[in-house]
């Protein structure tokens, strides 16, 4: 004769589900963080556009612009040009407007950058032309 107790029912695992639930949370954030950081949009943590204080055309372009548009606005991975081809010619209020309102997939920069630096960056935007059209 054995005693042996009778084996308990299998107990559900409730710290599974919570598991699970911190797995796939934490996946999720970790994606929007990761194409926010792509997009340097405001979705990025690490790339708060709201503390931008420069107050300068070229260091507010370095800061912003020169990831997709390139360094003296030849165009990068990310943006076109804007020196050359059409969108050379396009008007300074019709990159005012650009800037502030953005084009997708170019983020709007209103409420990140203050009037007066969206005016300095879309100057300068003016000047980088002007550089490339000169010999
Ligand atoms: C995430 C990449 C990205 C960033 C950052 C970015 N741009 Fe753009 N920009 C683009 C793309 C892409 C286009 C083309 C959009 C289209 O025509 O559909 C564009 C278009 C433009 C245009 C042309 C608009 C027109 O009407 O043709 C201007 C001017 C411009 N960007 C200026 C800027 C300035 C100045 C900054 C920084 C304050 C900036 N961009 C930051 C990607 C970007």
């Known amino acids: 004769m054995t005693d042996e107790p009778v084996a308990a029912p ?10 699970s639930f911190v797995v796939i949370s934490v ?5 929007l963080i990761g194409v926010g950081c792509a997009l340097r949009a405001n ?9 931008e ?3 300068d055309g070229p260091t507010i372009w370095a800061n912003n612009c020169s990831l997709c ?3 003296n606005g030849a165009g990068g991975p990310g943006g076109p040009s804007l020196i050359a ?17 953005g084009k997708p997939p170019m983020p709007r920069f209103k409420g990140a950058l203050t009037d007066e630096q969206i005016a300095e960056v879309s100057g300068y935007v003016l000047e980088l032309r002007g550089e490339a059209t000169t010999p």
């Open 10 to 19: 299998r107990r559900r695992r409730p710290w599974l589900w919570v598991l």
């Open 69 to 71: 548009h390139g360094p």
């Open 27 to 31: 996946a999720g954030l970790g994606t």
């Open 53 to 55: 204080t420069a107050s």
């Open 85 to 101: 081809g059409e969108r050379a010619s396009i008007s300074l209020a019709e990159i005012v407007d650009a800037v502030r309102g």
């Open 43 to 51: 979705a990025c943590p690490f790339t708060d556009r709201s503390v």
